[in-house]
């Protein structure tokens, strides 16, 4: 429309609550971090029109008013993610500042290594040089993968960088499409050609029908006919690839004659391909090329099929990892590497051989992968391969919600192999009692964390060994495990005063239809809510076994389900309510599970006993149904406020909230009178309790240590010394000074008033 302005919204992200579609954020802070923000398009699908194209132009990002505008970068080549690229491209883009750019500052870097100066040809597009065009050419090799940085540092010192990654992979590359996998019980094709969809060929894999656990294995029962355009027969998921159009596709027809590249999408743990093909007698670098939206990191592994390939569930030997990381909906390769994720695995190959190509991570609710195709590079012999590390738990730099980490390791031999009794762990520099054990193709470590790390906090890996020649090799990652802990700040000490739960119960008037959100029944809840209310009923009750169906029903996992308390569906109907339950748990400190089953959604806050944005929820859901179990961590023994929120839109309603046996799975209404169950009190006294502290760090993490006692008539706490150094102070719900500490015969003792 002559370049006018179609569309234009400003939004402000605020450093506190901001209003999310699936409740508010949490914790508070800003949603959109450093590197990325997000734009959507909704379209009118057209089933005739393959592909649409949507530019977004002039997006600025406004964080404060800086003195100096960093210089921009545009006019990029090759375009970004660009593949199977000649190797005489030629590198270049347009750098821009409200000030002469120094030349001496503009730099191409290329897979880490910066381009020399007299490699780039620097033109001026301004008279005053504050508008240069760079651009590199003869500086990239065939059969390589790229990463190049694009920095532009101006005469302010400002700097702004580009990456952008292609590569230049040639007819001598062997392409595996992902959707290519086996048929009929481990048949393959090894030079297929695309085909019109819905058409067969002797020469494609489209129609093939593969069988399951012996060609594929997928969550699915069968086939959905909407993602089973290719292989209508089968239970894994493709979709029309949204990457740049190859030209065996083109030469093949095209998509204006149905002839399509497709993913393979909608991916869950531990699903699995297999790929049998005949490679030339050489060594090959491995990589994926996949899409990878919304997820910080995607894992997926190949392995070599050791078993019988046309036999159920064949055994395989690990080979590496694919480690995908956030792409957007664009495509980038992604090389095969050890469990470090920092070098690249080469595979030595001759003759026929079968892969698996198997899942790791899931793809979360609000992301997906779309895998593309593999592509096997031929590259030099790279000279002794020694035994490594194939396989690191927690993956390298990833974040993992657990209550219960467990580091896991395995070693692969290749030309040498690993001396078992050499390997040695440590975590944070400290050497643990892993358990290591001998596997038919080299090793296994594996090492419960204990005690388990603060939360948020990074840890430190390293595992080391010796290989069968004496060569001492080892392997370096950091993760960081994350979990719920209630904040002992919180607590009482008890004890609790009567038994049950406050219960506040709201209705709208009959047929308002209102959102089916957790926000709305945060705003139903408000004190200051204008929401119209035809209910508002205050009570106590022993149980959340709730039910529209009132007694005598069982909706859930319970019977004897109840009306919640304020709900007449005679008189106002059954919908738009939303109740909230608050209480004190005696809990134990530990580990907890507990679950939610209800309908519509639900949230479940410990630490308060009102309507908090800065206390994290434990679990919730907003919107739709529930059925699930969290845990989290009681740091000591006390009496906690914990705040429970249902709600209801329309449909059927009912509510459960129990605590799980983490052993035997058994379920326990929360306050019920099953021995076992955690009580609920509707008020708790809080006597003093003193408890003593450590850390190896004067600024913490501080965590109660197990091995004080308490002498409360003397003031004073006596320990074991442990560490280097260590750092005490003592938590008490009284006012408390530590007036002496003594380290006398490896015990320590610390009198307070």
């Known amino acids: 429309n002559n370049d006018a302005v179609l569309w234009e919204r400003t939004v402000v992200d605020t450093p506190g609550e901001d209003a999310m579609a699936d409740g508010t954020d949490s914790p508070a802070e800003p949603f959109i971090t450093t590197g990325y923000f997000t734009l959507y398009c909704y379209q009118q699908f057209n089933a005739a029109i393959s592909q649409y194209r949507v530019v977004y132009d002039n997006a600025v990002l406004v964080t404060s008013a800086a003195a100096n505008s960093p210089p921009t970068i545009s006019?990029?080549?090759?375009e970004r993610f660009a593949n199977f690229l000649?190797?005489?491209t030629v590198i270049?883009?347009?750098?821009?500042?409200?000030k002469p750019l120094p030349k001496e500052q503009l730099s191409i870097v290329l897979n880490g290594t910066p381009l020399p100066a007299d490699a780039l040809t620097i033109t001026d597009l301004q008279p005053d040089?504050?508008?240069?065009?760079?651009?590199?050419?003869g500086q990239l090799a065939p059969d390589t993968n790229y990463e190049a940085v694009l920095r532009v540092v101006d005469a302010d010192g400002a700097t702004t960088e580009e990456v952008i990654y292609f590569d230049t992979f040639t007819a001598s590359a062997k392409v595996v499409e992902v959707e290519d996998y086996n048929f009929d019980g481990g048949s393959y094709i090894n030079d297929p050609a695309?085909?019109?969809?819905g058409g067969f060929s002797a020469t494609s894999y489209s129609l093939q029908t593969g069988v399951p656990e012996v060609d594929y294995h997928d969550t699915r029962s069968g086939p959905t006919a909407e993602y089973a355009m290719y292989r209508p027969w089968d239970a894994v998921r493709m979709q029309h690839s949204r990457d740049i159009l190859r030209q065996k596709y083109e030469d093949a027809g095209g998509p204006d004659n149905l002839v399509y590249d497709y993913d393979v999408i909608d991916i869950a743990a531990d699903e699995w391909l297999q790929y049998t093909r005949s490679f030339t007698p050489g060594y090959y670098e491995v990589y994926l090329r996949q899409a990878v939206v919304n997820m910080a990191t995607a894992e997926s592994v190949l392995e070599k099929v050791t078993g019988n390939p046309t036999q159920p569930n064949a055994s395989t030997q690990l080979l590496g990892t694919f480690f995908g990381e956030k792409t957007g909906f664009q495509y980038r390769n992604f090389p095969l590497t050890d469990g470090t994720g920092q070098n690249k695995i080469v595979l030595q190959l001759s003759g026929v051989q079968t892969f698996r190509l198997r899942q790791v991570t899931p793809d979360p609710s609000d992301g997906a992968r779309y895998q593309n195709y593999l592509v096997f590079v031929p590259v030099p012999p790279p000279g002794k391969q020694r035994a490594a590390v194939t396989l690191l738990r927690p993956a390298p730099d990833t974040e993992v919600k657990t209550v219960e980490p467990v580091i896991e390791v395995e070693i692969q031999n290749r030309e040498t192999s690993v001396q078992v009794d050499s390997i040695e762990l440590y975590l944070n520099e400290v050497k643990v009692d892993a358990t290591v054990e001998s596997t038919i193709d080299g090793a296994r470590v594996t090492y419960p964390i204990s005690p388990l790390p603060p939360s948020g906090v990074t840890q430190s890996a390293r595992v080391a060994y010796l290989d069968n020649e004496g060569e001492p090799i080892q392997a370096s990652w950091q993760f960081t495990i994350l979990y719920a802990s209630l904040d002992p700040a919180t607590a009482r000490t008890g004890p609790g005063t009567e038994r049950g739960f406050h219960i506040r119960f709201v209705q709208a008037p009959m047929g308002s239809n209102l959102d089916n959100s957790l926000i709305r029944a945060e705003d139903q809840l408000a004190p200051d809510s204008t929401i119209p209310k035809a209910v508002d009923v205050t009570d106590t009750d022993q149980v959340i076994n709730y039910s529209q169906n009132g007694p005598g029903s069982a909706d859930g996992a319970f019977p004897g389900d109840e009306l919640p308390p304020g709900l007449d569906p005679l008189v106002n109907g059954d919908d738009d309510f939303a109740m909230e339950a608050t209480c004190w748990l005696e809990l134990t400190a530990g580990v907890h599970r507990m679950g939610v089953i209800s309908d519509d959604g639900f949230k479940v806050v410990g630490g308060t006993l009102v309507n908090d944005p800065a206390v994290p929820a434990l679990a919730f859901r907003s919107g739709g149904t529930a059925n699930q179990t969290f845990d989290f961590i009681v740091p000591r023994d006390g009496f906690y406020p914990f705040r429970f929120v249902w709600y209801e839109r329309g449909g059927g309603a009912h509510v459960e909230w129990f605590s799980v046996n983490r052993e035997t799975g058994e379920r326990i209404l929360i306050n019920s009178s099953e021995p076992g169950a955690i009580r609920a009190w509707l008020d708790a006294e809080n006597v003093p309790v003193d408890v003593l502290?450590?850390?190896?760090q004067v600024q913490g993490p501080y965590v109660e240590d197990p091995a004080a006692t308490l002498n409360a008539a003397a003031g004073q706490f006596t320990t074991t010394a442990g560490g280097q150094a260590r750092f005490y102070?003592?938590?008490?719900?009284?006012?408390?000074?530590?007036?002496d500490i003594q380290l006398s015969g490896g015990q320590v003792t610390i009198q307070f008033e």
């Open 75 to 78: 006019e990029i080549q090759p």
């Open 86 to 88: 000649p190797s005489d």
């Open 92 to 98: 270049s883009f347009k750098a821009a500042d409200d």
């Open 129 to 137: 040089g504050s508008s240069v065009r760079v651009s590199a050419a």
């Open 194 to 197: 695309p085909f019109f969809e």
């Open 693 to 696: 502290e450590y850390a190896d």
């Open 729 to 739: 102070r003592i938590r008490s719900t009284a006012a408390r000074r530590i007036t």
